[in-house]
């Protein structure tokens, strides 16, 4: 059955072209489903039952898991029995009528306008390391891009005269502008801090990590969190939270729910509505604390 799997994984890959993170969180959760479907019922993953299938849900809720991951590893699950179905290795899924309970979905922290200049005041600009993580953070916010995106960013994909980048993602190119004080850092980085830093002439990366090469996922996160606890900043702040702040501040200073969607990559609108139900939670707060009759 090792055979099914890999060949969903290269189907994944190759074919569907997800994400490295999506393939990745796929596999873990069919793997897992795989190794319990054969110590607990001794089966292949091929033979599984719709039984089997609920029975290993519940096993995952018994043994404390959360209803997001519970629900993730289902969609995990029906996305690979599709899989195998189209692909004529069964007739039917097993994963017919099964539901869980997706629990309540936890709103993402925001960071407020005073948060968010704090944060980026952090990075003193007296050295090559400074800069470019000034650069790194007002792009970042900027931009709402994933960290994923902003490490995956070339030379090549900024245009300063234009005051815009490129971003290029899930087979998907969007162009996306800065605002003035993010083009000026990403600027003073690019002239005079990069070619200081990279170990080669010919290294595409826009941002470089202290050994001359591309900068990776966890080494942004240490930069991020270092600089939270330098601003003093309470909330627990991660790249998403950025993307989340970039969202909402610019739903509230009037943009239309649209262009946030295209300037964040977001395929389907409803990811984007969920910002929208973040800003009316925010006023029937205030509107609640503030109304005399409330």
Request: aromatic share 8%.
């Amino acid at each position: 059955m090792l055979d099914l799997i890999q060949a969903y994984e290269n189907y994944l890959t190759k074919v569907k072209q997800a994400s490295l993170n999506t393939t990745s969180s796929y596999m873990r959760d069919i793997r897992q489903f795989s190794e319990w479907l054969r110590g607990y019922a001794g089966l292949d993953v091929i033979d599984a039952k719709q039984l089997n299938i609920s029975e290993y849900l519940a096993h995952l809720t018994e043994d404390g898991r959360s209803a997001a991951t519970v629900s993730r590893s289902l969609a995990s699950l029906k996305n690979f029995y599709l899989y195998l179905v189209t692909s004529g290795f069964l007739e039917k899924t097993p994963v017919i009528d099964i539901h869980v309970d997706r629990g309540d979905k936890k709103l993402p922290q925001i960071l407020t306008g005073r948060e968010i200049e704090l944060l980026l005041a952090q990075p003193a600009c007296i050295d090559a390391k400074g800069y470019r993580d000034k650069a790194m953070l007002e792009v970042m916010y900027a931009t709402g891009i994933r960290v994923t995106e902003l490490i995956d960013l070339d030379v090549d994909d900024v245009n300063l005269d234009l005051g815009v980048i490129k971003c290029n993602s899930f087979k998907k190119s969007r162009t996306i502008p800065l605002y003035p004080a993010a083009l000026k850092a990403l600027s003073a980085y690019l002239r005079d801090v990069r070619d200081t830093m990279v170990a080669s002439d010919d290294e595409p990366a826009l941002f470089v990590n202290i050994n001359g090469v591309r900068m990776s996922r966890q080494g942004f996160w240490k930069i991020l969190k270092h600089y939270q606890q330098t601003a003093h900043i309470e909330k627990e702040i991660t790249p998403h939270t950025l993307r989340h702040s970039f969202a909402v501040h610019l739903l509230e200073n009037g943009a239309d729910l649209g262009s946030v969607q295209e300037l964040m990559g977001h395929s389907d609108i409803s990811s984007t509505q969920l910002y929208t139900q973040m800003i009316n939670q925010k006023l029937k707060s205030v509107y609640e604390k503030c109304h005399p009759k409330a």
